[in-house]
């Protein structure tokens, strides 16, 4: 039986995902802030049922700490440029078409499928 337990934990997993990848995060000056924030939380959601209510106090004026000294900030993140989200979306689109065309050809299905994942 899955309980909150299970729950908590397959949550802080994630988070702890995510502050890893925020901690490798190049193009973030404030990462190991981000990092730093969501390992607590991390931390909060794998442990806190074993940590006493001290320690988890603690770990919550860490957070606000982290966060209201400012120490987080966003990503630049990769991505596409306009007329790259335009070409995929027109292959998307004929795509789409392709499938809902049950009487169409198989390999012109096929040879949208194929545009589509190249992109």
């Known amino acids: ?45 794998l442990f806190g049922s074993h940590l006493g209510d001290f320690a988890n106090g603690l770990i919550a004026i860490a957070l606000i700490a982290i966060g209201g000294l400012k120490l987080m900030h966003r990503g630049a993140g990769a991505t596409t440029t306009p007329q790259e989200r335009q070409a995929r979306a027109g292959a998307w689109q004929r795509l789409v078409r392709a499938g809902a065309d049950h009487a169409g050809n198989r390999t012109d299905r096929h040879a949208a499928a194929e545009e589509f994942r190249s992109g």
């Not at 299970?6 to 802030?33: Q, T």
């Open 1 to 45: 039986m899955i309980t909150l337990e299970h729950v908590y934990i397959l949550s802080g997993v994630f988070l702890a995902a995510y502050a890893v990848l925020s901690a490798r995060d190049a193009s973030n000056p404030k990462r190991f802030g981000n990092a730093a924030f969501w390992g607590l939380l991390a931390a909060s959601f």
